[in-house]
C-alpha cells in the first residue's frame, strides 16, 4: 500500500489542522492505521492509531483529549483531528500501516511521507 500524507500548515497555538492519509494499492480496510511524528533533533514517536474497523483507537498521553483519529474505508483515507494544538506539537507527522493497531513503530510496514505541522505561540 502507498500512502501520501496531507494537510501540514503553519497555525497558532490553540488552532486546530486535520491530517489526512490517502492510501491506494492493496485494500486499505485490511490494515490498522497509526499516525506518528518526528520533531527536530528527537525521535519519532507514537501519536495514534485506529484498527481496521475504526472501531478501536488508542493514543500518546501527551495528544489525549486534544488529538482524534478516524478513518473512512470507502475513501482509502484516515485522519487526524488536531485541536488545542501547542508548540510541542510541531513535528513532521508521518502516516504508517500495518498489521496490529499499536504504538510500536516497528510494527508498521507502510509509511507515508510526513507533512510538517508548525505551531507558533
Known amino acids: 500500500v502507498q500512502l501520501q500524507a496531507f494537510g501540514g500548515g503553519l497555525v497558532q497555538a490553540g488552532g486546530s489542522l486535520r491530517l489526512s492519509c490517502a492510501a491506494s494499492?492493496?485494500?486499505?480496510?485490511?490494515?490498522?492505521m497509526g499516525w506518528f511524528r518526528q520533531a527536530p533533533g528527537k525521535e519519532r514517536e507514537f501519536v495514534a492509531t485506529i484498527n481496521q474497523s475504526g472501531g478501536s483507537t488508542a493514543f500518546a498521553d501527551s495528544v489525549k483529549g486534544r488529538f482524534t483519529i478516524s478513518r473512512d474505508n470507502a475513501k482509502s483515507t484516515m485522519y487526524l483531528q488536531m485541536n488545542s494544538l501547542k508548540p510541542e506539537d510541531t513535528a513532521v507527522y508521518y502516516c504508517?500501516?500495518?498489521?496490529?493497531?499499536?504504538?510500536?513503530?516497528?510494527?508498521?510496514?507502510?509509511w507515508g511521507q510526513g507533512t510538517l505541522v508548525t505551531v507558533s505561540s
Open positions: 504508517a500501516a500495518g498489521r496490529y493497531p499499536i504504538s510500536d513503530l516497528s510494527a508498521y510496514a507502510f
Open positions: 494499492g492493496r485494500a486499505f480496510s485490511l490494515y490498522a
